[in-house]
């Protein structure tokens, strides 16, 4: 194994190094002897989880059906009544209500933007998640006014509807085997914006890419030569393909901006459409207003629900303590305890983020964007198991100003082995332990005055025991630090983390053979894109 010949380097070198330094030869055993128990026990626990996972008990694979349309979904034990309707997956027949809600959309929107043929309600049944349910129909909606009418007629007809963005949900949430409110954005449908200002927030629709949006925002502040350029708070993965609608239904989030920078924390307004065909604009006083008087049991039956959920100390702490970590599951409940229960509009309007469109239609948000760093920088940090990487974790959060740090355990390094350009940038995660896991963390800021945020002495030796420095912080996967981002960003900001480490553990010089490359500002030793430096450290064989 990798780990074992790094070992047995690193021990030659700190014997080299006691002899030029005079280091008693008994310490230098001792940490020899700490460093190969350590070793020891990751071997150990690895050996026991594929001992674990081999004794698993294969379970029944349960009965499918398949229906016209190719979904194949289990087999339900529940009897499906032909022609009777029920709210429920599979049981939503015609019994009526889809023919006269039709034959009353039809008459505003047109036939030509209403599909119900088996090709394109197929085509519709799936979104990026890998569920199926083909709807009834598909209704392709041009604006806020013709959604205030169609809501009211499904509600009277009993008949339930979806909305659907982009479709890039990994988990379905724009799928139905009833009516499927598509947003049609082309042209200016759903796609007109307003920036603010410097560029501190903007109002847009919902048929707007969220990377589309950023771009506004970036030719915004080249044009008017803003000192500052901002972005939208949420970066979730799907950037470039995933609408506003559905950003603002699901609560995104991303990587970088964890929960500060979410939907949740970052939209300012609203215009909602409820199921009555009402529209609340939370911007608009009058609109604010208008709404607590005609819905006043709704408002009043929500304040008492946050007053409740207030008086009560253990579940506020249980609330706050979910919706401290990255949580889109369920409501955002965390609007109960964020706003004084006299405000029933803020919560209403906070519950509706992450809502899955279930309480209203959104058409318009408003959001506070954040400043977008002109220099950032990645490290990519392997360690030989999951509980060293935590430690890590730990202390990045607790004692530095990182501004993200997510966590790759073995499952998530195996299929970046088969990435021919991240093996190539981090080679060492080919043939890795068994229980190593990764740590990618990223570093931005405005210039060379935040250095300091991504000072890390604590990370890789101040913090850990000193019998259990060498081995479990990086060598027994090989070491490798490879970092990347801008030439001005890695030397400001992960530069002093080199200097602190080769000066507080000695650790680069006691590796033997170690190579150690480092772009000074300006310097180019790899093109990965537009304005890339690398770092790279890693053991030679």
Request: aromatic fraction near 6%; charge should be positive; proline fraction near 4%.
């Amino acid at each position: 194994m990798r780990g074992a010949r790094t070992l047995a380097r690193l021990a030659k070198a700190c014997a080299k190094r006691a002899g030029q330094h005079g280091i008693g030869s008994s310490a230098v055993a001792a940490e020899q002897g700490a460093a190969a128990a350590s070793l020891q026990l990751v071997r150990g626990n690895a050996m026991a989880a594929v001992a674990t996972e081999q004794q698993q008990r294969v379970h029944v694979v349960p009965e499918i059906t398949t229906d016209i349309f190719g979904a194949v979904s289990p087999m339900s034990n529940e009897q499906i009544e032909e022609g009777v309707f029920r709210n429920v997956d599979g049981h939503r027949f015609d019994d009526g209500r889809y023919t006269a809600f039709r034959q009353e959309v039809e008459q505003f929107v047109g036939q030509e933007r209403i599909f119900a043929d088996p090709v394109r309600t197929f085509a519709y049944g799936t979104d990026a998640s890998f569920y199926r349910l083909n709807p009834k129909m598909v209704i392709k909606v041009h604006s806020e006014a013709e959604l205030k009418r169609i809501l009211p007629i499904a509600k009277r007809h009993g008949v339930p509807v979806t909305f659907r963005a982009a479709g890039t949900s990994l988990s379905g949430q724009a799928l139905t085997d009833s009516v499927l409110l598509k947003l049609s954005h082309t042209g200016k449908n759903f796609r007109n914006y307003t920036i603010h200002g410097d560029g501190s927030s903007i109002t847009v629709e919902p048929g707007l890419i969220l990377g589309e949006v950023n771009r506004l925002l970036g030719a915004y502040a080249k044009k008017n030569k803003l000192p500052v350029q901002y972005k939208m708070g949420p970066d979730p993965s799907s950037i470039d393909s995933c609408m506003i609608g559905g950003v603002v239904a699901n609560n995104s989030s991303g990587m970088c901006c964890g929960v500060s920078q979410n939907t949740y924390h970052t939209l300012k307004d609203m215009r909602v459409v409820f199921v009555d065909g009402t529209v609340l604009d939370t911007a608009d006083p009058a609109s604010r207003q208008s709404f607590l008087r005609s819905h006043r049991a709704l408002c009043e039956g929500v304040s008492a629900l946050a007053r409740r959920v207030q008086a009560d100390r253990q579940l506020t702490n249980l609330i706050r303590r979910k919706f401290a970590i990255k949580c889109t599951t369920g409501y955002s409940l965390n609007a109960l305890v964020d706003f004084p229960a006299d405000d029933p509009i803020e919560v209403i309007k906070h519950l509706i983020i992450g809502s899955e469109g279930t309480l209203g239609f959104v058409s318009q948000a408003t959001y506070n964007t954040v400043p977008e760093w002109p220099h950032k920088a990645s490290a990519f940090i392997v360690f030989p198991d999951v509980r060293a990487a935590c430690q890590a974790s730990s202390i990045l959060r607790d004692e530095t100003g990182v501004d993200a740090v997510e966590l790759f355990d073995r499952a998530s390094l195996r299929e970046c082995e088969a990435d021919d350009d991240m093996a190539r940038l981090v080679p060492d995660i080919k043939g890795a332990d068994p229980m190593a896991a990764a740590l990618l963390i990223e570093c931005r800021c405005a210039g060379c005055g935040l250095q300091h945020a991504c000072s890390l002495p604590a990370l890789l030796m101040g913090s850990f025991r000193p019998a259990y420095a060498w081995a479990p912080c990086y060598l027994a996967v090989s070491l490798l630090l490879a970092l990347r981002g801008s030439a001005h960003a890695v030397h400001h900001l992960f530069g002093p983390l080199l200097q602190r480490l080769m000066h507080k553990a000695s650790l680069l010089r006691a590796l033997s053979g170690a190579a150690l490359l480092f772009l000074e500002p300006g310097a180019t030793l790899r093109r990965l894109d537009g304005n890339a430096g690398v770092l790279l450290f890693r053991h030679a064989e």
